[in-house]
């Protein structure tokens, strides 16, 4: 089975600075797919970004972007010129090819700093 | 476009009762997925369906039923609360799981007493 691990439960950034959350996962898999989603306060579940594992450019939306090292098995996200909308609870998630089970990690909450 | 409705978003229970929580998309996806979010533990998978007719178990499957009966609809059913079931629960939908985003409802908080 496949784990989901964020080792970070709690983090802060200041407004307009940049913060990475960690992810790291367990698989055998050589095809899979990793994401995050982002739970702000209204508790409403976001993609934020999506990563191909066969894919080696790391994906970027806007100011988020990953950083995957798939032979360390890591997914980190970089949130640029932090804004006070994007406090909340984020999720690394992991799902194989073909599966149809997404595991979660336990979610790092963060907190943007006026 | 309404997207992922979940109902009702609040439910308090006795134990020993029994509920079913909604979920309907109108997206015309054929896998649907229930999760159950618990403090510091994250999302957890109960029950998922592939299409009409098609359901299984996920992670946390005990004290849960699904049924799948239409393309639109996947109910999660509690025949007997449990305080152990006090949780936010979601229901999500996608094209296929595994590289399509999911769309997530807005949860149901339910508390059993």
């Known amino acids: 089975a496949q784990t989901v691990t964020q080792s970070q439960p709690e983090m802060s950034v200041q407004e307009a600075e940049t913060v990475t959350l960690s992810c790291t996962y367990d698989?055998?898999?050589?095809?899979?797919?990793l994401f995050w989603y982002k739970q702000p306060p209204s508790r409403q579940m976001i993609l934020v970004i999506r990563q191909e594992a066969y894919k080696q450019q790391n994906a970027t939306e806007n100011r988020f972007s990953v950083n995957f090292q798939k032979a360390a098995k890591s997914f980190s996200l970089k949130i640029s010129d932090s804004q006070l909308g994007d406090a909340a609870m984020y999720f690394c998630?992991?799902?194989?090819?073909?599966?149809?089970?997404?595991?979660f990690g336990k979610g790092t909450k963060l907190s943007v700093i006026p | 476009n309404a997207g992922v409705t979940q109902t009702p978003k609040f439910q308090v229970l006795k134990t020993g009762q029994s509920m079913t929580l909604q979920c309907a998309q109108d997206m015309n996806h054929e896998y649907m997925s229930w999760y159950r979010q618990d403090p510091g533990m994250g999302l957890r998978l109960i029950h998922y369906s592939v299409g009409a007719g098609i359901t299984d178990q996920g992670e946390v499957p005990n004290g849960y039923n699904v049924s799948r009966s239409t393309t639109e609809d996947f109910p999660l059913r509690l025949l007997s609360a449990a305080p152990s079931q006090t949780s936010v629960y979601f229901c999500?939908?996608?094209?296929?799981?595994?590289?399509?985003?999911?769309?997530f409802g807005n949860g149901t908080r339910l508390t059993v007493t």
């Open positions: 998630a992991f799902a194989g090819a073909g599966s149809y089970q997404l595991t």
């Open positions: 698989t055998s898999e050589s095809d899979y797919y």
């Open positions: 999500a939908s996608s094209r296929q799981p595994y590289n399509s985003p999911l769309h």
